[in-house]
């Protein structure tokens, strides 16, 4: 009977012993083997052009090789390829697209639409401070919709011969630091100074059809004047802006109706001071950086406004590869891979970090004067509006005005009036609230 008993017990042991070396076995097996490759789906918008899309796939190759992380990539100019396939994925519930790069005005309406997740449950991004006025941007509604990839906007560029001519009260470091003394008034008063004292009209607008003066009006100068891009559209600090522009332009080159982009103005001398933006105007700074300042736009009174282009990564809701989406995110805001990419492309880096990279010479003073602007406490960041295909009504909306009110001299107050049904139509057309 002993003896039996001592034989189940060897026997149990046995089994016991048998069975851990099965468990330990299976949890080796199960670590040594490789973790399933997942296929990131990508779309973007931007980066479309022949040769920055070359550009943009060769980057996506270097982050496959690093990774392992094969990307299905879908690179277009085209916004409606985009736009359908997300939405009939989204409808669909069928998601491929994990990581979407897209203008932040577009990756708005996507989170009004609940296609976007909540970016900030990825936590941060270690050795990157992204520049503050685009985090903020990144904020809609209370939720942060995406991550700061790329970034333009619109500065002034100012020959140094205008500094000789400043007026009382207004330094060359207030004009390029961006101080509370770099106001729109004080442009209007150095543009009469240097006229009075030489006789030249020398600031200058890109007011041509192909220029991209309606993105002063709505995205800049409106802004600083109402606090709004359509809002305050009538209201009567517009009506105070009308008349502010109709005594400025006094001293603005008349040459100016006929410029698309101010760069070969400012080569030419045919102006020294002159509002585009910074793609357009950069030739300027790169073939005399001894010669042109980059500065940030004046301040109104509710600010200074500024139309600001940046391009945000985001996940998609349902995306079947969200960890993929964060690692290609990690990569593409690498300092080294934004400063590939200005070079490329133009395309400004977002984070401190990356300007620090820039090497030196007229790109980097370019990319240091973008930064100041942007930096600025009192910056009142305006977007494109995503109207689709009311877009370019929009624009004309504000071409009408100026031509109606600053070159006809009509009654500001009945010009806006009559204006204003036509703008918060285009909005009800697109669906999309002109609060803004």
């Not at 070359?54 to 690179?75: C, Y």
Request: contains cysteine; hydrophobic residues 40%; aromatic residues 10%.
């Amino acid at each position: 009977m002993e003896r039996a008993k001592r034989m189940n017990r060897r026997v149990l042991i046995a089994v016991a012993l048998v069975a851990i070396v099965i468990v330990v076995g299976l949890l080796y097996f199960f670590s040594q083997r490789p973790q399933e490759v997942k296929t990131l789906g990508f779309a973007s918008t931007q980066l479309g052009a022949t040769a920055e899309k070359a550009f943009l796939l060769n980057l996506l190759g270097n982050f496959t090789k690093e990774t392992g992380v094969p990307v299905d990539s879908l690179i277009t100019s085209q916004y409606s390829d985009v736009l359908s396939r997300l939405e009939a994925e989204q409808q669909s519930g069928k998601v491929t697209i994990s990581l979407l790069g897209d203008l932040e005005g577009n990756i708005y309406l996507y989170a009004d639409r609940g296609w976007v997740t909540d970016m900030s449950k990825f936590g941060t991004l270690p050795g990157r401070t992204f520049i503050s006025s685009l985090e903020a941007t990144s904020i809609y509604k209370g939720q942060k919709v995406f991550i700061p990839w790329m970034t333009a906007t619109y500065v002034f560029v100012v020959n140094a011969e205008a500094f000789n001519y400043l007026p009382p009260g207004l330094t060359k470091d207030d004009v390029i630091s961006g101080t509370s003394k770099w106001t729109y008034d004080a442009l209007l008063a150095w543009a009469k100074n240097i006229y009075e004292k030489t006789g030249k009209k020398a600031l200058g607008f890109p007011v041509s059809p192909s220029g991209l003066f309606h993105r002063f009006l709505h995205g800049c100068i409106y802004p600083s004047y109402t606090g709004y891009q359509v809002k305050g559209f009538d209201s009567p600090e517009a009506v105070a802006m009308w008349a502010y522009l109709k005594e400025l332009w006094n001293y603005v080159n008349p040459a100016s109706s006929t410029y698309s982009q101010m760069a070969d103005p400012l080569l030419k001398e045919e102006v020294w001071i002159a509002f585009d933006h910074i793609a357009r105007i950069k030739n300027a700074v790169t073939q005399s950086p001894d010669k042109f300042y980059v500065v940030p736009v004046p301040a109104g009174p509710k600010g200074r406004g500024l139309l600001t282009v940046v391009v945000g990564l985001t996940v998609m809701k349902g995306a079947p590869a969200p960890d993929e989406a964060w690692k290609l995110i990690e990569f593409l805001t690498r300092p080294d891979v934004q400063v590939q990419t200005l070079q490329a492309t133009g395309f400004l880096p977002t984070t401190v970090e990356a300007a620090g990279k820039v090497p030196q010479g007229p790109i980097k003073s370019l990319v240091e004067g973008v930064n100041r602007e942007l930096s600025l406490p009192d910056i009142k960041t305006s977007y494109i509006p995503p109207l689709g295909a009311q877009g370019s009504q929009f624009s004309q909306i504000y071409r009408t005005a100026f031509e109606r009110i600053v070159l006809k001299g009509e009654d500001p107050g009945a010009v806006l009036s009559e204006l204003k049904p036509q703008l918060l139509s285009l909005f009800q057309q697109a669906g999309v609230s002109p609060d803004i």
